[in-house]
C-alpha cells in the first residue's frame, strides 16, 4: 500500500510569513495525526483527527496555527504568522484504529 | 502526566557490540509502549512494540521487554550493525487513547 504522503519535503521562510503543509494518508485510515518535531527533542502532537473531526487540538497553537481535513481524506496545517521557534519537522500519520501508525517523511521547516 | 524520560544521547559504538538503550515512562493506568526508528531522510518506522506488563516486543535482533515494577522499557541488541545508526524513540500510548507521547530521542552511531 501507498504510505503516507506529505509536501512539501522542505520550506524556508521568513518569520512572520505564512505555510501551508499538506498530507495525504493511507487509504481507508480515519484517523489523522500532526506532531510537530523540533531539532534534538520526541514529536510532539499536535492535532489529532478522526475522519473530518477534531479529536484532540489541545497543544496547537490556535493563535498561529490551524488545520482542516474537510472530506476526511488529505489534511493541511497551516501556520500563520510564523515565528522562529515554529522551525521544526512536521510529521503527518495516519492509523486505521490507533495500532499500527504510519509516519510520512515530515516536511522541514525553517523560519528565518 | 504522562512522560517518557530516554537516555541521553548520542550514543557511539563499535560494530558488533551489545546496545543498551535506556527508557522509562510515567504514565496514568497502563500503558501500551513503542520503540520507533528514524533512519537518516525517512519518517518514524515502528520497530517493536509491548502491550502489557512482561511482554517482550523483538524485530530485527532489538528486543524490549514491558517492566511495570520498574517503568521502563529499554531496548537491546546483542550485536550492532552500521546499518541501525539512526535515531530511536521510546513512546507510550495510555490505554483508550490514540496519540502517542514520545521521548527526546537518543541518535546512535555505530562505527566499522
Known amino acids: 500500500e501507498a504510505g503516507v504522503a506529505q509536501s512539501p519535503r522542505y520550506k524556508i521562510i521568513e518569520k512572520r510569513q505564512s505555510v501551508a503543509f499538506w498530507c495525504n494518508p493511507i487509504?481507508?485510515?480515519?484517523?489523522l495525526y500532526w506532531y510537530q518535531q523540533i531539532l534534538g527533542q520526541g514529536p510532539k502532537l499536535l492535532i489529532q483527527?478522526?475522519?473530518?473531526?477534531?479529536?484532540?487540538d489541545s497543544q496547537l497553537p490556535k493563535d498561529r496555527f490551524s488545520a482542516e481535513r474537510l472530506k476526511g481524506v488529505d489534511s493541511t496545517l497551516k501556520i500563520q504568522p510564523a515565528k522562529l521557534e515554529d522551525s521544526a519537522v512536521y510529521l503527518c500519520?495516519?492509523?486505521?484504529?490507533?495500532?499500527?501508525?504510519?509516519f510520512g517523511s515530515g516536511t522541514r521547516l525553517t523560519v528565518v | 502526566g504522562n512522560s517518557v524520560t530516554q537516555m541521553e544521547g548520542p550514543v557511539t559504538l563499535s560494530e558488533e557490540a551489545f546496545l543498551t538503550i535506556n527508557c522509562t515512562y510515567t504514565?496514568?493506568?497502563?500503558?501500551?509502549l513503542f520503540w520507533y526508528v528514524q533512519y537518516p531522510g525517512e519518517g518514524l518506522q515502528l520497530l517493536l512494540k509491548?502491550?502489557?506488563?512482561?511482554d517482550k516486543g523483538s524485530n530485527k535482533g532489538f528486543e524490549a521487554t514491558y517492566r511495570k515494577e520498574t517503568t521502563s522499557f529499554h531496548l537491546e541488541k546483542g550485536s550492532v550493525q552500521v546499518s541501525d545508526s539512526a535515531v530511536y524513540f521510546c513512546?507510550?500510548?495510555?490505554?483508550?487513547?490514540?496519540?502517542?507521547?514520545f521521548g527526546q530521542g537518543t541518535r546512535l552511531t555505530i562505527n566499522p
Open positions: 500519520a495516519s492509523s486505521r484504529r490507533g495500532d499500527g501508525y504510519t
Open positions: 487509504s481507508g485510515h480515519a484517523t
Open positions: 483527527f478522526q475522519n473530518n473531526g477534531v479529536v484532540d
Open positions: 504514565a496514568t493506568g497502563y500503558p501500551s
Open positions: 509491548a502491550t502489557k506488563a512482561d
Open positions: 513512546a507510550l500510548r495510555i490505554q483508550g487513547a490514540q496519540k502517542l507521547v
